[in-house]
């Protein structure tokens, strides 16, 4: 299963009107206000929170159901989920059989991660398990949101695939107030992506798509180059060969991003500009 680019399924504006919200991974009243803002107007409207973190964040402080599991365990927590929601018949069969493939693989691949299991793994009673994923399943409007709690795990992406795992168990997609909600890490990262990629045009439809290239050609009354842009670690690697002579950095870090601090400091000294 699993599907879609690393953006928002759904509108900030909608959070406000979900009947439940399973926040992992994430701290918005502190890194993410706006966000957490229009939690807080949901949780005043009645909205059911379900959060998951090492940390008792405050959204936890509020929540009908609190799961502190140990870092790095969030796939266990969430496959266990999926487990519960499948062995109990949960699930939404109508949208599986419609909107999905390779549900069986995936039926097979959880059928043994108990919540029993996971609560070994995780520190989460496995009752708290069970309990989250039947909130969650059977709630009208459910949406997950995470962060960077999520991704920066070298399992980061078996975890955001287990979110969407369980957000097409259930259908919890695709419609208002629901979704899987990625909540960005650095500056303006959501909204320059819906608007644009080195090899995407806006709403993430592929530069190498004739048709798409085309359509936008049509209604922009242009004639657009079809080679693609640069990514980051591309424009690094023409810097440190002297291929790049200027750089204009908005609310970026290049040195803290990158692993390997020497890599960007050599290509910016070769920079003839740098704004």
Not at 19 to 34: C, D, R, S, W, Y
Not at 99 to 109: A, G, I, Q, S
Not at 127 to 143: G, M, N, P, W
Not at 246 to 258: H, K, N, Q, R, T
């Amino acid at each position: 299963m699993s599907f879609g680019s690393g953006s928002m399924t759904n509108s900030i504006s909608e959070i406000k009107d979900c009947k439940l919200i399973f926040l992992i991974g994430g701290n918005p009243t502190e890194a993410h206000p706006i966000v957490g803002l229009e939690m807080k107007k949901a949780l005043r409207k009645g909205c059911t929170f379900i959060v998951a973190d090492p940390r008792r964040i405050w959204f936890a402080q509020h929540a009908k159901l609190y799961l502190p599991l140990k870092p790095g365990t969030d796939n266990w927590l969430l496959n266990a989920m999926a487990h519960v929601i499948l062995e109990e018949g949960l699930e939404n069969k109508e949208f599986i059989k419609t909107r999905t493939e390779d549900f069986e693989n995936f039926r097979e691949f959880v059928k043994d991660i108990t919540p029993e299991k996971a609560a070994e793994f995780t520190g989460v009673p496995a009752e708290d398990i069970r309990q989250a994923a039947r909130l969650y399943a059977k709630s009208e409007k459910s949406a997950i949101y995470y962060t960077l709690g999520i991704t920066e795990h070298t399992c980061g992406t078996d975890n955001v695939r287990c979110i969407a795992n369980l957000a097409l168990l259930t259908g919890h997609v695709g419609k208002s107030s629901t979704g899987v909600n990625p909540i960005r890490g650095q500056n303006n990262v959501q909204g320059a992506t819906d608007m644009c990629l080195p090899d995407k045009l806006p709403g993430y439809q592929l530069f190498s798509d004739e048709k798409v290239v085309e359509k936008f050609e049509k209604n922009w009354g242009v004639t657009l180059n079809k080679k693609p842009g640069n990514t980051a670690p591309t424009m690094l690697e023409r810097m440190n060969k002297g291929e790049f002579k200027a750089l204009y950095v908005i609310g970026e870090d290049p040195i803290m991003s990158e692993p390997n601090q020497e890599y960007p400091i050599k290509g910016l000294k070769n920079l003839e500009l740098l704004v």
